[in-house]
């Protein structure tokens, strides 16, 4: 709560399991709550979109703040808010437009648009820090649920949740792995022992698969993982996938770190080609990423992926603590993201100290001024974001595309050419744009209904950058170049006013995508120039 500055611990909760199970950050999940008055018992919704697929998943939370309220049930209530919820989307009511807030009607909207190619797969996810619904409450929205084969119902109780975080009881396990020829070091130490081998992909999934077929991962024995999987969406897990099932996937154990394994104990004969390392309670503690790419990639090419070697390190040791310190060594020495390669190069250094000049702390690292206020602090990624959108015109990629800021659109985006002065104007624009957009999210939630004559911002929480756009446009077509606050003030309220403009005459869009179509952009610059020419005639 105390780090992402959250109202209360309800929305903790909500951050702790969103960005844990779904590696999001702050920011993104803010932008999936829909908690609030007439929330329909939904308080969150993600549309996680996959190349396998779109997966919609409804989230409940319920944080209790006592020790005795701990013992109580998940409250059996909510069951009918979120059946009845269901029934009225799947069925497209129209009494959902006046029973949602308007951040839970926009993500109503999002996901009938995802119809068009039949019902996407539905989670239903119940969370809380206290026990589960009882099981009379249970089996009844598993068999309301059934009607809808598409539908699947999930629970996150207090045990999960320590499970989640700390890590679960596991059985006793037993599994083999064959090296390739004679491709094995060992080294000892005391009561450690030590041994790199090379075996094959199909080993290693024989190893963390739970049944025959490699339908399902065998979860636990990633338990002391300090990583859950970030999907096969993420670049470097993409990359994996690709490098696994390309012709040239004989580089493979050349390309990947391979995977670190902590274990009990085992065992292999000497003196054999090829031999059979038996492992007893082994658990992958670095490495999770390359074993469910691998997964994924077998599951898409299964010929393939048996030409994949993988290098394999092997601990076997009964310390205390040490298989928790292994997980932290080889984890912090992971692949290194573009901003971070950036992070020190001449043009970022440069900004930071004119920044610093003028009394803020601009973070060429993520969370590096953290211990200074917040009002002072600029982002590197954000105005990154800023830029893309105001400078370079291009608001729909200022999100989707936010990863390339620090990759091919670099050079553009931090180019020396930008003065200090320039890029703190823009970046003001932006605070005054994200002030009105964070009043109308609060009123949201709220879903206080606006006054009479007043107008319709709600396309905000999602049509900030397109409005920052058009103030660029605006200001440059009058030949404004340093405006007064007054001026500025004037502009951003033209800006939004024209974006309300085009919304309005759209029927029920969802925002969400309406902002991502590159030709949204140019509709709005129609917009804005038509209006520029009426002022000279």
């Known amino acids: 709560r105390a780090e992402n500055e959250l109202p209360d611990n309800t929305k903790a909760l909500a951050h702790l399991v969103l960005g844990s199970r779904h590696d999001l ?65 799947f069925d497209k009511s129209d009494l959902l437009k006046k029973s949602c807030n308007p951040l839970l009607w926009q993500k109503v909207l999002q996901i009938w648009e995802t119809y068009g190619c039949g019902y996407p797969d539905v989670e239903v996810h119940f969370v809380s820090n206290g026990l589960p619904l009882i099981e009379p409450q249970r089996d009844r929205i598993v068999s309301a649920l059934s009607k809808y084969n598409f539908v699947t119902f999930h629970e996150t109780s207090f045990t999960v949740l320590i499970d989640l975080l700390v890590g679960r009881r596991r059985r006793a396990q037993s599994h083999k792995l064959k090296v390739v020829d004679k491709q094995l070091f060992e080294r000892v130490d005391g009561n450690i022992r030590g ?47 690709n490098s696994a099932i390309s012709d040239e996937n004989a580089l493979f154990w050349y390309l990947n770190n391979g995977v670190t394994i902590v274990c009990d104990y085992f065992w292999y004969p000497t003196n054999v080609r090829s031999p059979t390392i038996e492992v007893e309670n082994l658990q992958i503690v670095n490495g999770a990423q390359t074993s469910y790419a691998l997964f994924e990639a077998f599951n898409r090419n299964p010929d393939i992926t048996r030409n994949v070697l993988v290098l394999v390190k092997l601990f076997e040791t009964r310390i205390d603590g040490l298989a928790h310190k292994v997980a932290i060594a080889t984890n912090s020495q992971t692949r290194i993201q573009n901003r971070d390669l950036m992070a020190n190069h001449a043009v970022q250094k440069k900004i930071e100290a004119a920044f610093a000049a ?180």
């Open 25 to 89: 950050t702050g920011p993104e999940i803010n932008d999936l709550i829909t908690d609030g008055s007439d929330d329909r018992g939904i308080d969150a919704v993600f549309i996680d979109e996959k190349a396998s697929g779109t997966c919609i998943r409804l989230y409940q939370f319920k944080c209790h703040e006592s020790e005795k309220a701990l013992e109580r049930n998940f409250p059996s209530a909510e069951t009918d808010k979120v059946l009845s919820f269901l029934d009225d989307l």
């Open 195 to 241: 041994v790199i081998a090379t075996i094959e992909a199909e080993a290693l999934l024989d190893v963390i698969s739970a049944d025959e077929n490699k339908t399902h991962i065998n979860h636990e024995l990633f338990d002391e993982n300090i990583r859950v999987y970030l999907g096969s969406d993420n670049p470097v897990n993409s990359d994996i996938i």
């Open 358 to 537: 003028a009394g803020f702390y601009y973070e060429r690292k993520k969370n590096q001024h953290a211990d200074k206020p917040a009002a002072q602090r600029i982002d590197a990624l954000r105005l990154g974001q800023v830029v893309l959108a105001y400078h370079l015109r291009l608001p729909e990629r200022a999100k989707t595309e936010s990863d390339k800021i620090f990759g091919n659109l670099y050079d553009e985006i931090f180019s020396p050419q930008h003065d200090a002065e320039y890029l703190l104007f823009i970046y003001k624009v932006y605070q005054k744009v994200e002030r009105l957009r964070d009043k109308v999210v609060q009123r949201s939630r709220l879903n206080i209904n606006r006054l009479a004559g007043e107008p319709d911002n709600t396309f905000l929480v999602y049509g900030q950058y397109h409005v920052l756009f058009l103030v660029a446009v605006l200001l440059e077509k009058r030949v404004i170049r340093s405006p007064s606050d007054a001026q500025l003030d004037s502009v951003i309220d033209e800006a939004v006013s024209i974006v309300r403009g085009r919304v309005s005459s759209k029927n029920e869009v969802a925002f969400y995508n309406y902002f991502r179509n590159p030709r949204t952009k140019d509709r709005l610059y129609d917009t804005a120039w038509v209006q520029q020419l009426s002022l000279f005639q």
